[in-house]
């Protein structure tokens, strides 16, 4: 069932749907937005988006520092709050399947990520423009969701359309019934419009910035094992490793021990970064990845060979946050396009 | 949180025993029984220290107390090796997936260790002296670098009387005393050291990287099978339960899928002998 909701009543859908829960929004700055907590949703500060925020959506289920507990003690139940984030882009979304395969559906599932993920209600958006980094139709995504949301607005001219996806998104939308009307089909229609449109552009954009869509990424990705293209990009690579903390798929921790506030021994899973150079070594010393050039291969490969291999996709969602954050000016779709070329 | 899969179980070591100037084994009684096959791992955590993972040496019917024989070469061995009976500790698993036992049965297994990689391939050998009738025969090929080097001295000399068992030991460096073969395992592989039946029979390897790579050529020059050769590839197995990413070996994780692997699912993948 598709709805319409009226432009003006936009805030007050969401103040009435997001009521009762830590409210997760965006707000823009400078050109930017940024995800932030409220305790409700704040005409004027908060914005549905129109392309995706800085920070992946990941760290609000699987966070950069969680606190697992004390070594020989049980771990206080720490209650979360029950969530909404409001202004879900698909590259984020579509990053939990990765996210969702490693920390639930492969056993044994991680108790912290299940809660937050329990606990967080997903209101996504479309895209109504895109980021100059954006490259989502040439890793087979689009920037609109397809699955995964609770709620999806997808945002028109001449109104919102709305729907739901999962059964917590229906008892929303029934609760606030009363602001929402059945969408007729020129609704639809200008929305699927928009959708072409939008899709066409960030196409057309990637394929300017040396990515075409519709390449066989697995294929160029797992041809290139070895040759001198990595060698290449790695020269420019300092190893910061902010590609794999700001990617919204990348999902590598670590466990660290130490002293808690307690004076007690305890442990905590921190994010970790492919690019570290002791990443894969063991104590004896042996590193199967001692070389950058084999780390930045390393880091292809697992997204671009290992997940399709056991996910059937693509651990990357075309999100750009890579190509901005790279100290070194490396950009993932000058990469990919040369193993495509080099093919 | 009982149910938080990051978190070990507190354990007591019981006992130490020094086995040579760097290895010692360590007995540790968990406060609850851990049950474990032969080829899985346990993560051991030295409190303050951190984690890391061993496969056990004592046998898999003992599920009161573990051995894991340990040499010093990193942070938390170092810690470990400096540790008293009585010290606490914390274990977690058992992890990754055992030797697949019922395959080996009315066969003749071929175990060949290097060094410390003597601890798995222990646990093993108690599991199938267990059943020993299933097994048409078993044979252990063990290298160490000198005399002083074996683990296990005093039980792996007894085990060359016996009848069930064909052992032969090498050392690289061999001393006054040693009667022994001297030279790198492989020398103790070939046909006139070795009576085997490779069509028959499955190989077992478990050892440091370039043993494991040299042994498994000359295994393989035997004729035996690549599916019929065991290998354990341990990497940087951290989480245990394939989410940390640490441990991938091409479309595998070390820690879930293995640590044992046969060679025919590893032989293509990048670097698996470091």
């Not at chain 1, 940024?34 to 949703?41: E, I, K, N, P, V």
């Not at chain 1, 697992?302 to 969602?317: Q, R, V």
């Not at chain 2, 474990?36 to 019917?61: D, M, R, W, Y």
């Not at chain 2, 592989?189 to 050529?217: D, R």
């Amino acid at each position: 069932m598709m709805y319409k909701l009226d432009i003006t009543r936009l805030d007050d859908f969401l103040s009435a749907i997001s009521t009762g829960r830590d409210v997760f929004a965006l707000e823009e700055s400078a050109g930017q937005y940024h995800l932030t907590r409220a305790d409700s949703w704040q005409p004027g500060r908060h914005t549905l988006g129109a392309f995706r925020q800085v920070e992946p959506l990941k760290t609000l289920v699987f966070r950069p520092r969680e606190f697992l507990g004390e070594i020989g003690r049980s771990r206080p139940e720490a209650v979360m709050p029950e969530r909404i984030v409001i202004g879900v882009k698909n590259c984020d979304l579509s990053a939990l399947k990765i996210h969702d395969h490693v920390f639930l559906n492969t056993e044994p599932a991680d108790p912290l990520y299940r809660e937050a993920r329990e606990k967080t209600i997903i209101i996504s958006c479309d895209c109504s423009a895109a980021r100059e980094v954006c490259f989502c139709p040439a890793v087979g995504e689009q920037p609109y969701p397809k699955a995964g949301f609770d709620i999806n607005i997808s945002p028109t001219e001449h109104g919102y359309l709305v729907e739901a996806g999962s059964a917590r998104g229906r008892q929303l939308l029934e609760k606030a019934g009363k602001f929402l009307a059945a969408a007729d089909d020129a609704l639809l229609k200008e929305r699927d419009r928009n959708r072409r449109e939008l899709t066409r552009k960030v196409c057309a954009q990637a394929e300017q910035n040396g990515l075409a869509c519709g390449a066989d990424l697995r294929r160029a990705v797992e041809k290139s094992q070895g040759g001198k293209i990595w060698d290449d990009f790695a020269l420019d690579c300092v190893e910061c490793g902010a590609c794999n903390l700001i990617c919204c798929t990348c999902h590598c921790f670590l466990l660290a021990d130490g002293e808690s506030k307690n004076k007690a021994f305890a442990r905590v899973k921190q994010w970790d970064a492919c690019l570290y150079k002791n990443f894969a070594a063991v104590a004896g010393g042996a590193n199967p990845r001692r070389h950058r050039a084999e780390r930045l291969y390393n880091r292809f490969e697992k997204k671009f060979s290992f997940f399709p291999e056991i996910l059937g996709i693509y651990a990357c969602d075309g999100c750009g946050r890579c190509v901005e954050a790279c100290t070194g000016k490396i950009d993932i779709r000058k990469v990919l396009g040369r193993a495509v070329h080099e093919l | 949180m009982s149910c938080n899969p990051y978190m070990p179980v507190p354990a007591i070591l019981e006992k130490v025993i020094q086995e040579t100037s760097n290895i010692k084994t360590f007995l540790v009684r968990p406060a609850k029984p851990l049950v474990f096959k032969a080829g899985q791992f346990v993560e051991l955590t030295v409190p303050g220290t951190g984690e890391a993972p061993f496969t056990p040496s004592s046998s898999p019917a003992e599920s009161e107390k573990i051995e894991l024989t340990i040499m010093r070469v990193g942070k938390v061995t170092e810690k470990l090796h400096a540790l008293k009976p009585g010290a606490e500790l914390a274990v977690r698993g058992p992890l990754g997936q055992p030797y697949p036992l019922a395959k080996y049965h009315g066969k003749e297994i071929l175990i060949v260790g290097g060094g410390v990689g003597l601890a798995p391939l222990r646990a093993l050998l108690f599991a199938l002296l267990e059943e020993v009738d299933k097994y048409k025969k078993i044979i252990v090929r063990y290298g160490a670098r000198t005399p002083a080097d074996i683990v296990y001295r005093k039980a792996v000399e007894e085990s060359w009387g016996r009848k069930d068992l064909d052992v032969m030991i090498t050392v690289d460096k061999s001393d006054a005393d040693w009667k022994g073969n001297e030279g790198v395992v492989t020398t103790i592989l070939g046909p006139k050291k070795l009576t085997c039946n490779p069509g028959e029979g499955v190989a077992v390897v478990c050892g440091p990287p370039i043993m494991m790579k040299f042994a498994t050529l000359e295994i393989l020059k035997l004729g035996y099978a690549p599916e019929n050769i065991y290998l354990s590839m341990e990497k940087n197995m951290s989480c245990g339960i394939g989410k940390c990413g640490h441990c991938r070996l091409g479309p595998y994780y070390a820690c879930k899928d293995g640590p044992v692997f046969t060679y025919d699912r590893v032989k293509n993948l990048n670097k698996i002998w470091d």
